[in-house]
Every structure is written in C-alpha cells, then in structure tokens.
C-alpha cells in the first residue's frame, strides 16, 4: 500500500519543496505509538518528513509494505488503532468511518495529544 | 494436508471469535449498528454528546476531522465537495484547518493543499487505477477473493453511493 501511498504523496510533496511550512499547525495527522498510547502531530521540518508521517499515519502493522514507520525517533503505526473521538475538540467537524471508536472508548492510554495540539493553535 | 486442517481450523475460530464479539457487541450496544450503510456523522460537542447526526448550533466550522478507514475515503471526499460548494473552495482551503489519521490523513492533506482530485468523481482512468489497488489490497490478506466482481462490488458499487451521501453532511 505505502508504494502506492507513495505515488501521490511525492507528487504533492516533492523534495526540497516548502509545503510543510504552509501546513505546519494547520494540519494534523493522527499515529498510534507503539505500544500504545495516541498522538496529532502537525509539525513538520521538512516535505520528507511530513510524507513520512502521512505514511506512518496509513500504516497496518504486518499488512502494509510501509518504508517508514519511524517518525521522530519513535516506533508509529495507523492512526485509527487507538483514535480517541473524545479528544477531538467540539469547535471540529468530525467525520468518522467506524462505529466502534465512535461509540466505544478505546482501552488505550491516550496522551491527550489534542489538547496540546490545539491549545497553541 | 495437516497444514491446510489447521488452516481450517485457525480460520473457524476467527470466524467463531469475530461473531461472538460481535454478539457480545450488539448485546452491549443494542442501539448501535455495527455496519452502517454510511460512516457516522457526527458533529461533537464540548458537552459530550458524540450521537447526535444533526448540528445544534448554527456556527460555521472552521476546522475538520477525517476518521479513517480506506473506503471511508470516498466518503470524505463527498464532504470535501460539499463543504467546497457550500463555503467556498477558496475558504475552505485556505482558512480551515484539517487533520485526519489513516485514509482520512490523504484526504486532509489534500483538502489544505487544494488538490482537485478529492471533490470530483474520477473519470474511468482513476477508476481503473483504484480497481487494481483494490484488487491488489484484496488480494493480500485473501487471495480466494480477488477477483474483479468482488473488487468492483467491494468499490465503486459502494463507494459512489458513499460519495454521493457525503454531499449531504452537517447541514451541506
């Protein structure tokens, strides 16, 4: 899947490109931390970093051919394993695709990284 | 022939696990779907309330959530084209802010970027292209499914109906 990921997301975000700067704290990208735990991260320093993130943000553990699953010195997988809705602020429209997380709180340990994410916004 | 009984049998205690989970979900949960025709829309509010479908307030947002999940995708994509038609491509792509994780991610990345391909119904060639991508993902886990109808039943004969009830979210 990352190859495929891959094709679009280097078109969009070529290298030496300056795009992350206009998408720094505008947009955030969720990634579970191994082993558990979830993070919005939404500062970048470079294009290769925010694709790295984007990868690391649509990767399955075993299922996918991900080249990166290291983001920031840390281990990262799928965003959706451990999205928490709760932390999504109220001001936010939020379009979700799974019931489960919708209506069951995840049993993981969240980092309420949302506050933090959007607190400097 | 001892491999292929114990393949057997592994793949009937998922399937035994995964429908008394589901059981166990649906006794829990008696109100709840599990598979609904179209994701949940949902817009939260700081009181907790995450069930309600309809807006309580009038106030146009200024930043959204995609959730995840690859065919939810296609959904998303409808919202991106309905918020664009109802607030303006200009604003919301240069104003809102946007996050997402998994697929929603892609569809968040384009949204800021102004990417036109998210809001507009792909022509036969990205058709095709994302056929071969579903076909492939398919064909990974299952390779007894992986066969076109199923590919283009699993697709487009769903996706496109998603892509169409994504026009009509949050009062859109």
């Given at each position: ?33 191994f ?32 080249e ?10 799928d ?5 928490d ?9 939020a379009?979700?695709s799974?019931p ?22 | ?8 049998t592994l ?26 025709a ?10 907790g ?12 947002p200024?930043?959204?959530w995609?959730?995840g ?7 998303h994509?409808?919202v991106?084209m ?11 792509n240069?104003?809102?802010k946007a996050g ?14 102004g ?19 579903t ?7 299952c390779?007894a ?16 109906s ?5 026009q ?5």
């Open positions: 899947m990352s190859t495929y990921t891959n094709e679009f997301l280097r078109e969009w975000l070529p290298d030496g490109g300056d795009e992350y700067l206009y998408l720094n704290g505008r947009l955030f990208i969720g990634v579970t931390r082993p558990y735990g979830d993070e919005v991260i939404s500062q970048w320093s470079s294009n290769r970093d925010l694709r790295n993130t984007c990868n690391a943000s649509m990767c399955i553990p075993f299922y996918t051919n991900a990166v699953l290291n983001v920031n010195g840390r281990w990262v997988a965003g959706c394993l451990t999205q809705t709760n932390d999504i602020p109220g001001e936010w429209l379009y979700l799974s489960l997380r919708t209506h069951i709180r995840a049993p993981f340990v969240h980092t309420r990284a949302w506050q933090a994410a959007t607190l400097s916004r | 022939m001892l491999s292929r009984t114990s393949s057997s793949v009937a205690l998922s399937s035994a696990s995964c429908i008394s989970i589901y059981f166990w979900y649906k006794l829990l949960n008696p109100k709840q779907s599990l598979l609904p179209a994701p949940a829309i949902i817009k939260s509010q700081s009181s309330d995450l069930t309600s479908e309809t807006p309580t307030d009038s106030t146009p200024n930043a959204i995609f959730g999940g690859s065919w939810a995708s296609t959904y994509t409808g991106l309905g918020l664009r038609n109802t607030f303006g491509a200009e604003t919301v240069n104003t809102w997402g994780a998994s697929a929603g991610a892609a569809v968040a990345l384009g949204m800021l970027l990417k036109t391909e998210f809001g507009e119904w792909p022509d036969e060639s990205v058709q095709e292209n994302v056929l071969r991508l076909k492939r993902t398919i064909t990974v886990p390779e499914l992986s066969n076109t109808r199923f590919a283009r039943k699993q697709s487009f004969s769903r996706s496109s998603h892509w169409l009830k994504g009509g979210g949050w009062g859109l």
